[in-house]
């Protein structure tokens, strides 16, 4: 695939991943929701590799980089450095629609809670009525 300079200049002046490759490697595989050891039979090394490469040990060999970029849908530009796409993380989509149920539901207790202090302040107001 061929890029124009306008493409790349683009990607140069996007922000830049500050993270090291081990970060972005852990980064991408907790993105994917896979453990080391699922990512290690994926490429056909030792989970132990895979954890060497996150606490960067250690280096993925130029093949395996572009494997370990291909199985966690990360481009190797930037597993490498950083420049390019992130892996899509869908926590932060899970966690924000978690806070929002629990919104909807504190919203529903809050009307809930307006409705039963009404009926009780209506039913002392007739028990003192009730007892002039």
């Known amino acids: 695939m061929r890029l124009t300079t306008d493409t790349v200049l683009a990607m140069i002046r996007r922000p830049s991943d500050n993270d090291t490759l081990g970060g972005r490697i852990w980064r991408a ?22 954890s060497a490469w996150e606490r960067d040990r250690a280096e993925p ?8 970029a291909g199985v966690l849908g990360v481009s190797p530009a930037w597993l490498i450095a950083g ?7 869908d926590l932060s989509n ?3 629609g978690q806070l929002l149920d629990q919104l909807a ?4 207790l809050h009307e809930q809670t307006g409705k039963a202090i009404s009926a009780l302040e209506m039913e002392i107001t007739r028990v003192l009525q009730d007892m002039q």
């Open 29 to 50: 595989r907790d993105a994917m929701n896979l453990s080391a050891k699922d990512l290690a039979d994926r490429l056909g090394v030792r989970a132990d590799t895979i």
């Open 61 to 68: 060999r130029t093949n395996r980089l572009f494997l370990l």
């Open 83 to 89: 420049i390019g796409e992130p892996p899509k993380d």
């Open 94 to 96: 899970s966690i924000s």
């Open 105 to 108: 539901q504190v919203k529903k």
